[in-house]
């Protein structure tokens, strides 16, 4: 995959829609929901872009760029996601590896594919290019999650059952 250079300065880049569709107000999902929900507050813009990655990985679904918002919101991980940050690279490597398995690869072309999706030096322990094919794996499974999510999900509590169910149902 080539990249242009602004593609390779990014980030984490949500899908362009995920702001509007979890109410994202004052650093938080579900800003604007009046409801007595205990985890109200509680969701930051990350796990928007977490529950669609995981999704994304767990099914191999990869959105596109145009899908991309123009701009990244975080650099590297919030603290709450860092221990995993070598657990999310893994997994973008298994999704990978799983891609280039139904091409005709040899071992080495295998492992020059995978060396170009890491940095070990990146706080993400992803390289540029790394990055921007976990940001389609996010986008991907934000496209996922909406359609298979039904009616917009109104509070955290409400969006994490349907998330769990929805998970259950496209991985097992």
Known sequence: ???DQNARARGFVLHKEARI???YVDQRMFGRTKSSD???????????????????L??????????????????SYPNEYEP??????????DAEVTALHSEDYSEQ????SIAKLLQVASPTRLSAEGMHILNLY???????L????????SDPSNFLIRYQDILRSEIG
């Open 109 to 112: 072309q295998l492992e020059r």
């Open 1 to 3: 995959m080539t990249l």
């Open 146 to 153: 909406r359609s298979r999510m039904g009616p917009k999900p």
């Open 21 to 23: 569709y979890f109410d």
């Open 138 to 144: 996010a986008a991907g499974g934000f496209e996922l």
């Open 84 to 93: 995993y940050r070598e657990y999310i690279a893994g997994l973008l490597v």
């Open 38 to 56: 205990a985890a109200r507050g509680s969701l930051i813009l990350f796990d928007a872009y977490y529950a669609g990655l995981m999704l994304g």
């Open 58 to 75: 767990s099914c191999r679904k990869t959105g596109t760029s145009e899908m991309l918002d123009g701009a990244n919101f975080l650099a």
